[in-house]
């Protein structure tokens, strides 16, 4: 059974950094693509970072440059290490997995994801 747990999530001011954590358990770790989403209120998920099996990581526009995916392989943890944040990434941020077909910031390859941890970006 494939478990996703985030942590870390919290208020920050702008400008702020957070470090989000997410432990996996009973799935393939190394060879599947490993994503963050989010999504606000009254929006869309959207992907903002995927990690590829390969070690290749891509951003949507939006967080380029501010967000940085990672993972420990020995600990099976996914990190998303954000700074400069902006009261507009404000959300709930979801870890996922899954081996579908597509390129790992697409909605469409993945199968599992977390229950979500809270970000909120305020003065």
């Known amino acids: 059974q494939v478990q996703l747990v985030e942590s870390g999530g919290g208020s920050v001011q702008p400008g702020g950094s957070l470090r989000l954590s997410c432990a996996v358990s009973?799935?393939?770790?190394?060879?599947?693509?490993m994503g963050w989403s989010r999504q606000a209120p009254g929006k869309e998920r959207e992907v903002v970072a995927g990690?590829?099996?390969?070690?290749?990581?891509t951003y949507v526009d939006s967080v380029e440059g501010r967000f940085t995916i990672s993972k420990d392989n020995r600990k099976n943890i996914l990190y998303l290490e954000m700074s400069s944040l902006k009261p507009e990434d404000t959300a709930m941020y979801y870890c996922?997995?899954?081996?579908?077909?597509?390129?790992?910031?697409?909605?469409?390859?993945?199968?599992?994801w977390g229950q979500g941890t809270q970000v909120t970006v305020a003065s």
């Open positions: 990690l590829e099996s390969d070690g290749t990581k």
């Open positions: 009973g799935y393939n770790f190394e060879t599947w693509c």
């Open positions: 996922g997995a899954g081996a579908n077909d597509g390129d790992c910031v697409w909605e469409s390859v993945y199968e599992y």
